[in-house]
């Protein structure tokens, strides 16, 4: 997989490694404008709004939304995780993060094969 900026989503996801990509239910973040499968993504809409690439680049990170915005079936983990992506992300820019993301050096514990 080549580095594609589309698939590097507001919120500190990488499409790349979700089951919904993977499957064909969603197109990426980036080309479904952030309107998933599951609705309309608020960070995506936030992170346009202020004209910025991803919420680690806002000054108000990590918002109280941000800090809610998980499933509760997962646990909070998610947020902690996410927002560790984006501090990363913004320390070393998306393009490494991306290619970190693609080679599974930084893989996301949700997705790995137990």
């Excluded at 991803?54 to 909070?76: I, M, N, R, T």
Aim: with cysteine; charged share 25%.
């Amino acid at each position: 997989m080549e580095v594609n900026l589309r698939l590097a989503t507001p919120c500190g996801s990488f499409c790349g490694e979700c089951r919904s990509f993977k499957d064909g239910t969603c197109a990426g973040c980036g080309y479904v404008e952030g309107k998933p499968w599951w609705g309309d993504c608020r960070f995506y809409s936030c992170t346009k709004d202020k004209n910025i690439e991803h919420c680690g680049l806002c000054l108000e990170f990590p918002c109280d939304y941000y800090l809610q915005a998980y499933d509760p079936s997962e646990g909070v983990w998610r947020v902690f995780y996410r927002a560790g992506q984006l501090v990363y992300r913004k320390k070393v820019g998306t393009d490494k993060w991306l290619q970190g993301k693609i080679e599974g050096k930084n893989p996301d514990p949700k997705y790995q094969e137990s």
